[in-house]
T-cell receptor, first 113, second 116 residues
Framework: DGGITQSPKYLFRKEGQNVTLSCEQN?????MYWYRQDPGQGLRLIYY???????QKGDIAEGYSVSREKKESFPLTVTSAQKNPTAFYLC????????????FGSGTRLTVV | AQKVTQAQTEISVVEKEDVTLDCVYE???????LFWYKQPPSGELVFLIR??????QNEISGRYSWNFQKSTSSFNFTITASQVVDSAVYFC?????????????FGTGTRLQVTL
């Protein structure tokens, strides 16, 4: 079955370390997104990519980096510059010709220890 | 800029009660899409409904119904005869761009607790 796979489900990071969250889709979707979820704040857009080798900052990009070397993959790196990285991270994808067919992954919960 | 407001942070009801989740949106675009998603404790987002700005027809799907009113910029969600399995966080979202430029703007969510 097609879908989005996020790994790992739970991730622990020591302060000062970079960590990379994986997002892979086999839906042949063009656009991919990273959202951050904090209690009481809903989902906020970190980065998104419309095509391979191109991506744009969302509303809260500081302290994060992404790459889009393959259509299927959109990894998110949480750098040491992100001061409050503990959160739930959701990846999503969208078919290029569609305005509403978003597919979401099951999320990665990142905790800084 | 787009904005979605879900003023109800948390709602608690007893099973079998009806409950309405409010959603108010702001956009200057004339073409836009509205969504409701359910997020159970497992964390994934479950798609419930989408509505485009040209279709104000209300929709019913089983115990779920949605009331879209452009005049008040609202897209409210009602669960009839709530059940414990309805307990989740519900998000309203707005999309005004098209194709790959599309971005979802989410509300802050409403946590629904249904008890026996």
């Amino acid at each position: 079955d097609g879908g989005i796979t996020q790994s790992p489900k739970y991730l622990f990071r020591k302060e000062g370390q970079n960590v990379t969250l994986s997002c892979e889709q086999n839906l042949n979707h063009d656009a991919m997104y990273w959202y951050r979820q904090d209690p009481g704040q809903g989902l906020r857009l970190i980065y998104y990519s419309q095509i391979v080798n191109d991506f744009q900052k969302g509303d809260i990009a500081e302290g994060y980096s992404v790459s889009r070397e393959k259509k299927e993959s959109f990894p998110l790196t949480v750098t040491s510059a992100q001061k409050n990285p503990t959160a739930f991270y959701l990846c999503a994808s969208l078919k290029g010709s569609d305005n509403y067919g978003y597919t979401f992954g099951s999320g990665t919960r990142l905790t800084v220890v | 800029a787009q904005k979605v407001t879900q003023a109800q942070t948390e709602i608690s009801v007893v099973e079998k009660e009806d409950v309405t989740l409010d959603c108010v949106y702001e956009t200057r675009d004339t073409t836009y899409y509205l969504f409701w998603y359910k997020q159970p404790p497992s964390g994934e987002l479950v798609f419930l409904i989408r509505r485009n700005s040209f279709d104000e027809q209300n929709e019913i799907s089983g115990r779920y119904s949605w009331n879209f009113q452009k005049s008040t910029s609202s897209f409210n969600f009602t669960i009839t005869a709530s059940q414990v399995v309805d307990s989740a966080v519900y998000f309203c979202a707005l999309n005004t761009n098209t194709g790959t430029a599309s971005k979802l703007t989410f509300g802050t969510g409403t946590r629904l607790q249904v008890t026996l």
